[in-house]
């Protein structure tokens, strides 16, 4: 099994930044994403990052969100600039181990106007 434990989300103004950081249990040799989901909708893919650091972005988030990851501590990040509204929702870790996909808790991010 694997534990995902997200941390770094917040409260900030149209066009702050925050970092989102989600450490996991064991080192993860496939992908590792951000997912994120507003009130009465599906959650969605943000972005995603191989072990080997290619990287897939929703267009909604191309060039002001960057994901990376730090295979040495099994951690994944993601780098949020010009925070916009329409960002508020909780964002979620997710892994891939052994064809089973793992979520972390969530970290609920608001950007106030």
């Known amino acids: 099994q694997v534990q995902l434990v997200e941390s770094g989300g917040g409260l900030v103004q149209a066009g702050g930044s925050l970092r989102l950081s989600c450490p996991a249990s064991r080192r993860i040799f496939g992908v590792m994403a951000w997912y994120r989901q507003a009130p009465g909708k599906q959650r969605d893919l943000v972005a995603s990052i191989s072990y080997g650091g290619s990287t897939n972005y929703v267009s909604s988030v191309k060039g002001r969100f960057t994901i990376s990851r730090d295979n040495a501590k099994n951690t994944v990040y993601l780098q949020m600039n010009s925070l916009k509204p329409e960002d508020t929702a909780v964002y979620y870790c997710?892994?891939?181990?052994?064809?089973?996909?793992?979520w972390g808790q969530g970290t609920q991010v608001t950007v106030s106007s």
């Open positions: 997710n892994a891939r181990f052994q064809n089973v996909d793992y």
